[in-house]
């Protein structure tokens, strides 16, 4: 009896959790090969063994109640290390296996995860990838991600975090014909009189502020602008365009700039930071694929 009692609060609770990470019925059945039916009376199962409600449901969404949320908080993190002992007992075949979920900008995926994967992914055919877009500051556990990619200064403490590129260097960039008519910026500050192209942050909504340091000094602009995008790429398109100012990474303006489409300015205020880099909870032991993909990412100076 104590048997079947278990297997069954194991079967809704994964159940639940699918359904709280792809905020679905619809996809978490189909990521769990069940019917709809199936899904729905696991979670009602485990919600009247439980005496709460999980998740609230409409026409358009499924979200987490209260009680719904403490228990992805309390205990996903315990199911990711069951988890990853089984996928590092798995691993033990010859070919290893696994899902590395992974969250990252799309600066990131797009000039530095993606050449990369291009060349380790064929090796092992039996290791997936899956990459989330998201320019602000994740939890990896509220999400569920295996890894992060962020810039070394934007990774907390308690993560080990691996060089995967190197210095990065941003830099304000606009087309000539923009500044045909207007006076090229001299200090940070001279920002604020020129037409911007604004990156709002997706986790957090703002807009993000343009920063700039010289000679120990630090300068945070927030910059004002017809145009606001939560793509660093579209911010890029509309410089090359013309239609304002856009602070972009150096490695994604560099063609253009290089082709005298864009002019850099400022460049003399905007030192290099300390790269990106591929981060994870230090309390989990890496999988064997995460190790692989790991060795894979890193950067050699």
Same mark, same amino acid.
């Given at each position: ?26 996809? %978490?059945?189909? /990521? =769990? #090969? ?7 009376? !696991? *979670? +009602? ?101 295996? %890894?992060?990619? /962020? =810039? #070394? ?7 080990? !975090? *691996? +060089? ?138």
């Amino acid at each position: 009896m104590q048997d079947k009692l278990l297997r069954e609060s194991f079967s809704g609770l994964t159940a639940f959790f699918a359904v709280a990470r792809e905020r679905s019925f619809t996809r %978490a059945a189909a /990521r =769990l #090969g069940l019917s709809q039916t199936a899904l729905s009376h !696991a *979670v +009602r199962g485990l919600e009247k063994k439980l005496g709460v409600q999980l998740l609230t449901r409409n026409s358009r969404s499924v979200m987490p109640t209260d009680a719904g949320e403490r228990l992805l908080a309390t205990v996903v993190p315990q199911f990711e290390e069951i988890d990853a002992e089984i996928q590092a007992l798995s691993e033990l075949r010859d070919s290893p296996t696994g899902t590395i979920r992974i969250t990252a900008s799309d600066h990131a995926i797009r000039m530095v995860l993606s050449p990369k994967l291009k060349k380790f992914l064929p090796k092992y055919p039996g290791i997936k990838v899956e990459l989330f877009t998201d320019n602000g500051l994740v939890d990896l556990a509220a999400g569920q991600y295996d %890894a992060g990619v /962020r =810039l #070394g200064e934007q990774v907390a403490q308690d993560m080990i !975090a *691996v +060089r995967i590129s190197p210095d990065v260097r941003f830099t304000a960039v606009a087309t000539k014909r923009y500044f045909a008519n207007r006076a090229i910026p001299k200090t940070p500050e001279d920002m604020i009189q020129h037409n911007c192209i604004n990156l709002r942050l997706a986790t957090h909504g703002g807009l993000w502020a343009w920063e700039f340091e010289k000679g120990g000094r630090q300068v945070n602009v927030r910059v004002d602008g017809q145009l606001t995008y939560n793509s660093i790429f579209d911010c890029l398109d509309a410089a090359v365009a013309g239609l304002g100012l856009a602070y972009v990474p150096a490695d994604m303006a560099h063609p253009y700039v290089r082709a005298g489409h864009l002019v850099p300015v400022l460049d003399d205020w905007v030192p290099p930071w300390s790269g990106l880099h591929l981060y994870y909870p230090s309390r989990r032991q890496p999988s064997g694929a995460m190790a692989l993909l790991i060795a894979a990412l890193r950067h050699e100076a």
